[in-house]
């Protein structure tokens, strides 16, 4: 399938998840499948392994780590 399973907002829109918490505009949304249908919830930075001080280029290579991404060479 084409489905993201993991998505990394930086300077993105306030997020409203469905338990009625809001994350800030620097967030990671983590989708999974249930009852058939895609759920996804935003985090905001500070609970993950990154920093919403975090400038952009370090946000991202912090991501990458963070899922796991290997290029075509590894």
Known sequence: NN???IR???NGSRHHN???TIVGKN???IYKYHDSHIED???DLNH???DNSDEL???VEKFINYA???GKEE
Do not use: T
Request: proline share 4%.
């Open 41 to 43: 919830y935003a985090y």
């Open 27 to 29: 967030h990671l949304h």
């Open 8 to 10: 990394l907002c930086i």
């Open 48 to 50: 993950l392994p990154f």
């Open 18 to 20: 469905e338990d009625g």
């Open 57 to 59: 280029d370090a946000a």
């Open 68 to 70: 796991n991404i290997k």
């Open 3 to 5: 489905v993201h399973l």
